[in-house]
């Protein structure tokens, strides 16, 4: 009964991973969902900034400590192993629907572009960075990323083992296409207001963070072999520097 339980489990938070995303393309591009980035409760500036800092802040705090290895030790001795993922997604899913709710806009422009070619661009270029997103799961492991194999082999009685460390596809150009994804997606706008900034700025800022965070793991459990792939594979951008630097941000030799 526990097996299926944990099967159904995995499954709803899945499916609530995917209604959370799509309201994030929404709620970044202003169409669609009833309250975004741009549109919400009002309030002073001052207070908005305060709240939306925060917003962030919890979410990138739920998401950076809920991922480490030492908090999962800890946390797999309260939840099955089985549902450790799971559960991590339903905190995510919670995290990013709080910051939905009670976002706060902050409508002054920084710029708005008005040119239809312009326009079209950066439109193509937020569509660009959602798919760049999405795909990169895929590249790695999305059943693996978001619970769904291990709810399933525990379903199965099956022993979960980890997917390995493989560069694939995008992983080959950059090693965080993810996360390129979602800065190109959140920066890539006609019209930038300041409650979109602030946005834009924040999650960067969690990110290029969270990457060092994850980065420290991956040395620590994959050793030269991940080591040797920060040398040879640029952390954001496909840009290659002189062999004595090493990849952007990764002098040889540190």
Do not use: C
């Not at 192993?81 to 991590?88: D, F, K, L």
């Not at 798919?131 to 990323?145: E, G, K, Q, R």
Request: net charge positive.
């Amino acid at each position: 009964m526990a097996r299926h339980l944990a099967l159904v489990y995995g499954a709803l938070n899945y499916l609530g991973f995917l209604a959370v995303f799509l309201y994030l393309v929404g709620f970044v591009g202003n169409f669609v969902v009833p309250r975004s980035v741009d549109h919400g409760p009002p309030a002073p500036v001052g207070w908005a900034i305060v709240i939306d800092v925060a917003l962030v802040t919890l979410f990138a705090v739920q998401h950076s400590v809920m991922a480490r290895p030492a908090f999962k030790r800890w946390w797999t001795r309260v939840v099955p192993e089985s549902i450790e993922r799971s559960t991590y997604v339903l905190a995510s899913n919670l995290a990013l629907a709080l910051l939905y709710w009670q976002w706060r806009p902050i409508p002054t422009t920084i710029w708005n572009l008005t040119m239809p070619a312009e326009r079209t661009v950066l439109w193509g270029l937020f569509w660009i960075g959602w798919a760049i997103a999405l795909a990169s799961t895929f590249m790695i492991s999305h059943v693996d990323l978001f619970g769904l194999r291990q709810v399933y082999l525990a379903w199965r009685a099956q022993p979960y083992s980890h997917i390995g460390f493989h560069a694939r596809a995008l992983y080959r150009v950059v090693r965080h296409p993810l996360m390129v994804g979602f800065v190109i997606a959140f920066w890539a706008t006609p019209t930038m207001t300041a409650g979109h900034l602030l946005f834009a700025v924040a999650a960067t800022g969690f990110i290029v963070i969270a990457v060092q965070l994850e980065e420290r793991d991956l040395i620590a459990a994959l050793g030269d072999e991940y080591q040797q792939y920060r040398h040879r594979v640029p952390m954001f951008v496909p840009v290659r520097l002189p062999d004595h630097l090493g990849p952007i941000g990764h002098p040889q030799g540190r």
